[in-house]
């Protein structure tokens, strides 16, 4: 009887010291994903909480530093990066925009993903609770020289990221939403150099 | 059952946000109205080349626009009032003026025409000076020049006379700006 009791609590014990907090699963989700694939929404809400731009299509990347997030709505834009350089394509203007991989760019959202330990090394963590059945953190910059005052990242029970808000210093929310994430997928190194399109206007930034 | 109540929601929030239905002609008292336009900029200059997301708001009390990196962070706020008193700013700093131009010109090495644009962008000339129009075949504003500006439209909402434009380039010595508008709208100035 009372061994069953003890068994029941040094299981149910140990299940709770097993809880992983959302800086955790961070972690794991780093170590354990070398390459993913996503659906995303952006939406940009402005200090009001007004959504000023509404947005979709499907990101990629593999560690280090590679990723290609395209746009299919509200209009066709691919976004590059080989880890040195990256290209903007915009359909409709048809037109390539080229530039190197700076601290402004470093410290966006495709960059933070497809980085080694960016998160961790240049932001302070802390465990967020649980909402909506998702676990938060919340990641502060230990420099100024980010564009971001904080972003908040959610997780859910498989360790995967589902959200992630990116507050800047107007006051702006930037909102990702992931779904069909996929880890480890076989990605071609085709994906992350981009060629321009004949007939494209090419210039540098 | 969880996942059940999740999309659910996301089902139900997609709902609410469904989007309004977006002007594709002037309103009759256009110079009564304020407006927000939605779109892209592409800034050429010295042989480079800025694209950025553009968000302005244009009303009585004056204008804010803001500039979007391609991933959805904020380059640039520029606010400027009814008088012309403007602020511009970054990530890293504030500027100030009495003049927007002259701030857009030291913080991005480029400038908008803000008055003429208000205009510009509706396919009107600026009352303010003579402005000289060719009109196309549906009576659209083909190519406009006005205050030094070339202004070239290249496609428009809809093919009534009274159209929104969709896209435009205005060029200006060595600067060549390219706007494509992918959402308009329109409420009375209060």
Redesign the interface.
């Known amino acids: 009887m009372y061994r069953t009791l003890f068994i029941t609590l040094s299981i149910l014990l140990c299940a709770t010291s097993a809880y992983a907090g959302a800086s955790d699963k961070l972690k794991t989700f780093i170590a354990a994903t070398r390459s993913g694939q996503a659906d995303f929404t952006q939406a940009v809400l402005d200090k009001n909480g007004k959504k000023i731009q509404s947005a979709s299509g499907t990101m990629q990347f593999v560690r280090p530093g590679k990723f290609r997030w395209s746009y299919q709505k509200p209009y066709a834009q691919l976004i590059v990066g080989d880890g040195e350089k990256f290209w903007l394509y915009d359909m409709d203007l048809n037109q390539v925009t080229t530039r190197k991989l700076d601290a402004a760019l470093g410290s966006s959202p495709a960059a933070l993903l497809s980085g080694n330990n960016e998160i961790e090394r240049g932001f302070a963590l802390k465990d967020n609770g649980e909402k909506e059945g998702l676990d938060w953190l919340e990641a502060t910059p230990r420099t100024q020289d980010t564009s971001f005052e904080k972003i908040r990242m959610a997780f859910n029970s498989k360790s995967e990221l589902v959200v992630m808000e990116l507050h800047d210093s107007f006051g702006h929310i930037t909102m990702l939403r992931f779904s069909s994430m996929q880890r480890n997928p076989q990605l071609a190194p085709s994906l992350f150099k981009f060629v321009p399109p004949q007939g494209a206007d090419v210039l540098g930034e | 059952m ?1 996942s059940l109540v ?1 999309s659910l929601s996301l089902l139900l929030g997609a709902c609410a ?1 469904a989007p309004v239905p977006q002007a594709v002609v002037r309103p009759a008292q256009v110079e009564q109205a304020a407006f927000v336009l ?1 779109g ?1 900029i ?1 800034v ?1 200059y010295d ?5 950025a ?1 553009i ?1 302005w708001t244009h009303g009585a009390a004056g204008d804010e626009i ?1 500039l ?7 380059v640039a ?1 520029i606010q400027c009032d009814a008088q012309g008193m403007a602020t511009l ?1 970054t ?1 890293q700093k504030q500027y100030e003026a009495g003049n927007a131009e002259e701030l857009m010109q030291k913080a991005l090495g480029w400038s908008l025409p803000l008055d003429g644009l208000s205009h510009w962008a509706l396919a009107l000339p600026d009352p303010k000076s003579k402005a000289g129009i060719e009109l196309d075949a549906d009576g659209h504003v083909g190519v406009m020049h006005q205050d030094g500006w070339e202004i070239s439209y290249l496609r428009y909402a809809v093919p009534a006379a009274d159209s929104l434009p969709l ?1 435009f380039t205005l060029a200006h010595d060595e600067l060549e700006i ?1 706007v ?1 508008i ?2 308009w709208e329109f409420q009375p100035k209060h």
């Open positions: 969880r999740l946000t939605n892209r592409s050429k042989g480079k080349r800025s694209p997301s968000y803001l979007l990196a391609p991933l959805g962070q904020t706020r700013e990530a896209r390219q494509l992918d959402k």
